[in-house]
């Protein structure tokens, strides 16, 4: 069953945003021949500012879902209803005070940009300050659709309502170019979604309209309470490191920079999103799986998705590093290109961000919130102090390499060894000795792999484009079956593919 879930989750979840990412393409193509490139700059302004103000939430979201698992494995629905209605309290209060508190930076907002000269910024703002917090009204609903395992009704509407959103202000700056009209349709097609996303989670558990409500276990309250107190410290530092980029370069580079940084992210971020819907998806199941299932069986499932997820990085890094400005070129023009140092600092970034995945998601299905407190903290003040400085000093560059030190000196040894030492039963050295020889082949490949797309191809066109995908997959996947086929996890997903989809050529 909950092989099935997940599988349902991740094909749902895989449709949806392909088609969603397809338009969000479109979109910003379009956005940049129909406006002035420093509104694309004032988009990537603000959305790191409101991620600022979400800290609000406090990661009472991820507490309460892990809390959820339990007794939605038991059936025990009077606590799910108890739960619910905590959830309700929480976000309500949450998406209010954001509004406020969103409202009060409105006098120092020309203090983040250098040198600003678009009008009506500060009326841009509250747009975006109203859809950051009327999402919170409803969105606590979807919460209990993943922990669930049925985030694929949640890709559906989430998913659908980009689409649409998508379609409308495309339609929009083809029509009327104007940013208040896309911005506009942005916290329409929101409140929109949210609303009919809740409607769905009351059809799917109709207990949840039963008004009587029991009190909560004083237990379950005080894990929540225990949870939320390092969950602060951990959305203290996931704002300090994926929420400061686009503050950083407005306030000591530029609009202008900021524009063409978030076309990199936009690309980047569509991948690590594009596996963070594999993960949301599997999250539920392995929460599942750490409450009912032995140690052996955790870590046997736990080394298969590392080493699909190493699989994955080295197909997406091979591929950025070999395609990534072609791409930019083709796609938006030679004058949105970055230098190559840089785009070569943006795919280590990328590497060593993906590769926590695996580790970070049994980690929050495990309820290891409390564990690693002090840790994004310490990211927190590394990132934050290394990228000014380096910023101030060498421009565009100084954020992704601020971004690599603070994730060297913390995550990628802490992360491990928390989850390792309570709740996955694997020895950190055999970790990291496979990560490395992850990292290794994936370097040596990569290398390879652009070594030989510049031998064979001297022109940037669509063509060749289209060819040099097929030449890294080709050689990605080549490599890493031929370095990896004797491992049990290659066995394991081999006969997966030929019990389940009938490949009897593998």
């Not at 990412?21 to 990537?44: A, D, H, M």
């Not at 080549?478 to 389940?500: D, G, H, P």
């Amino acid at each position: 069953m909950r092989i099935e879930q997940a599988s349902k989750n991740i094909k749902y979840s895989t449709i949806t945003y392909v088609l969603k990412l397809t338009l969000q393409f479109v979109v910003r193509l379009v956005f940049v021949r129909s406006l002035p490139i420093e509104y694309l700059g004032i988009n990537g302004l603000f959305t790191n500012l409101l991620a600022m103000l979400s800290l609000a939430e406090l990661g009472v979201g991820p507490a309460i879902v892990y809390s959820l698992y339990k007794p939605l494995a038991e059936k025990d629905t009077e606590t799910v209803k108890a739960l619910m209605w905590l959830f309700q309290k929480a976000y309500s209060g949450i998406g209010i005070f954001i509004i406020v508190a969103g409202i009060c930076v409105l006098p120092w907002l020309d203090w983040f940009i250098k040198g600003n000269s678009v009008t009506d910024i500060h009326w841009f703002y509250v747009i975006f300050l109203l859809n950051t917090g009327v999402s919170y009204f409803y969105s606590y609903k979807r919460n209990l659709l993943i922990a669930d395992q049925k985030q694929y009704i949640n890709s559906i509407y989430q998913s659908g309502g980009q689409i649409v959103l998508a379609v409308l202000q495309i339609i929009a700056l083809l029509v009327y170019p104007s940013y208040w009209l896309y911005i506009v349709l942005m916290l329409l097609v929101t409140v929109c979604e949210n609303f009919a996303v809740a409607k769905k989670a009351d059809q799917v558990y109709q207990f949840l309209q039963d008004k009587a409500v029991k009190k909560l276990d004083i237990g379950i309250k005080n894990t929540i309470i225990k949870n939320v107190k390092a969950m602060i410290a951990h959305k203290i530092g996931g704002m300090a490191v994926f929420s400061t980029s686009n503050l950083i370069l407005s306030k000591f580079v530029g609009l202008t920079a900021v524009a063409l940084y978030s076309n990199y992210y936009l690309v980047i971020s569509a991948v690590n999103n594009f596996a963070g819907q594999f993960f949301s998806s599997i999250t539920a199941s392995i929460g599942n799986l750490i409450v009912l299932e032995s140690n052996q069986k955790k870590a046997g499932v736990f080394k298969v998705i590392e080493f699909i997820l190493a699989w994955q990085a080295m197909i997406v890094s091979c591929g950025f590093y070999v395609l990534l400005n072609q791409l930019m070129e083709l796609w938006l023009g030679k004058r949105f290109l970055f230098d190559t140092i840089i785009v070569d600092c943006l795919i280590v970034n990328f590497y060593l961000m993906y590769m926590r995945k695996a580790v970070n998601t049994f980690k929050d299905a495990s309820g290891l919130y409390w564990n690693d407190r002090y840790k994004p903290l310490a990211e927190a003040v590394i990132n934050l102090v290394a990228s000014v400085y380096l910023t101030i000093h060498y421009g565009v560059i100084g954020v992704i390499l601020g971004g690599i030190i603070s994730t060297l000196l913390t995550c990628f040894w802490v992360e491990p060894y928390v989850l390792f030492r309570n709740s996955i039963e694997i020895k950190l050295k055999d970790y990291f000795k496979d990560y490395f020889k992850y990292a290794v082949v994936t370097l040596l490949t990569a290398v390879f792999s652009k070594w030989l797309y510049n031998k064979l191809f001297s022109e940037v066109t669509v063509i060749n484009f289209i060819l040099g995908v097929i030449l890294c997959l080709i050689i990605s996947n080549s490599v890493w079956i031929l370095f990896f086929r004797k491992r049990e996890e290659m066995a394991y997903l081999r006969n997966i593919a030929r019990e389940r989809f009938g490949m009897r050529f593998l």
